[in-house]
């Protein structure tokens, strides 16, 4: 999808690996509404201080971002290497620096060789095409088998109005958000705080309820650049027909991109939704789904296409929500393995294996409390994933 406006180009800076693609840029030909939302982790990249420092202003030109080196844990070195590369940016694109955000992946602690991206600014800005976004979107994985990217289109006020998405994560993923980064390019026309609403919101739906290995990133970011080329009447207040068609649009695509992260996971062989009904209230219902999505016993077995479904009551358990234990009832896809508490038998254990050899499933847990229902997206935990996480920086 070409969305008007916006250009983007991915060369390979040598940041980490040779030849391959480390650096990428998205450019609007002109300063465009933007959003962005950020890791909650403590522990902040400079990138990410940088990002949170500059979106407030609710502009945005250019994003600047690479992979194999993280910029987190890095001083005032690192600070400052942020700040000088959006300059060179800046410069090179004839921008105010402002309005470029940075954005980086990689090793913690190293610091960002700011020489190497300087000598690859003048071939990635003369390489800026329409339709180079899926090498950018290869030019920020790290330990993703396959680029993930999404799109959709909507009809705002008789205009056709695009999205275009892209997204990299396959470890440390947990909220809030994961070890991700997320761009997405819109040509809507659109008031930057209903941006944000819409963004924020779509988040929460999409990348706060996935999980791949409970951890959660210093370098988290999603941005979203409006460049008001559509046409539609701007959208200005968030609860209007027009906002909530541009809302469910936004919200749809981040849930893709971070479905594709999920079913991406390091060493994953498995997308599973954890889907609780019936409890209290919506923050229990969250909150066993996310401990039992969380939960390595659970995730291993998946794994292993055991139906241990006691490691589920056990991980709900300690989940904080309130519950009858002698009520449960657990089903894998459509098979029903718990009732009341209790197993059903051999015969829908056998089934239920049936379920867990599916590379998409569905566990659903009844908590008989309430009306209240939560969902988490997760994978299983396999050998791989320890393959991978045991030499990652080698």
């Known amino acids: 999808m070409n969305i008007k406006g916006f250009t983007y180009s991915a060369v390979a800076a040598g940041i980490r690996k040779k030849e391959r693609l480390d650096l990428g840029l998205i450019f609007s030909e002109k300063p465009a509404v933007a959003a962005g939302v950020f890791t909650k982790n403590r522990v902040k990249a400079a990138p990410v201080l940088l990002g949170m420092e500059r979106i407030g202003q609710g502009r945005a030109q250019a994003i600047l971002v690479n992979s194999g080196v993280a910029n987190a844990c890095t001083g005032k070195n690192g600070m400052q290497a942020a700040r000088t590369c959006s300059g060179l940016a800046a410069a090179a694109l004839g921008i105010d620096e402002n309005l470029v955000q940075i954005a980086s992946t990689g090793v913690i602690g190293e610091q960002l060789p700011v020489e190497k991206v300087a000598a690859a600014l003048d071939e990635l ?8 976004h899926e090498e950018v ?33 396959a470890g440390m993923i947990m909220p809030d958000m994961a070890t991700m980064l997320c761009f997405v390019m819109t040509d809507a026309d659109i008031a930057a705080d ?30 979203i650049l409006a460049n008001s080329t559509a046409g539609n009447p701007e959208i200005i207040a ?18 893709d991109l971070a479905l594709q992260i999920v079913a991406d996971g390091e060493g994953a062989t498995k997308t599973v939704t954890i889907k609780v009904i019936n409890a209290a209230n919506e923050d229990e219902a969250e909150g066993a789904a996310r401990t039992i999505a969380n939960s390595s016993l659970v995730k291993t077995a998946f794994f292993g296409e055991d139906a241990n479904w006691g490691r589920i009551i056990a991980a709900l358990g300690r989940s904080g929500a309130v519950f009858d234990q002698d009520s449960v009832d657990i089903a894998f896809g ?14 829908a254990e056998a089934k239920a294996t049936e379920v867990l050899r599916q590379k998409k499933f569905t566990v659903t847990v009844d908590l008989k409390t309430g009306q209240a229902t939560g969902e988490i997206y997760t994978c299983d935990l396999s050998i791989d994933y320890i393959k991978i996480n045991a030499d990652y920086r080698s």
């Open 334 to 347: 459509d098979v029903l393995l718990v009732h009341g508490g209790l197993a059903q038998g051999a015969a």
């Open 137 to 169: 979107a290869r030019a920020i994985m790290t330990t993703d088998t396959v680029p993930k990217t999404a799109e959709r289109t909507c009809t705002i006020g008789g205009k056709e109005v695009k999205l275009l998405g892209m997204a990299k994560g």
């Open 238 to 255: 968030p609860d209007t027909v027009e906002s909530t068609i541009f809302g469910a649009a936004l919200a749809g695509l981040l849930k």
């Open 125 to 132: 800005v003369g390489g800026l095409s329409p339709t180079g």
């Open 194 to 223: 209903i941006l944000q609403h819409h963004l924020l919101r779509g988040v929460m739906q999409s990348f706060n309820r996935i999980t791949v290995d409970g951890d959660t990133s210093t370098n988290d970011t999603v941005l």
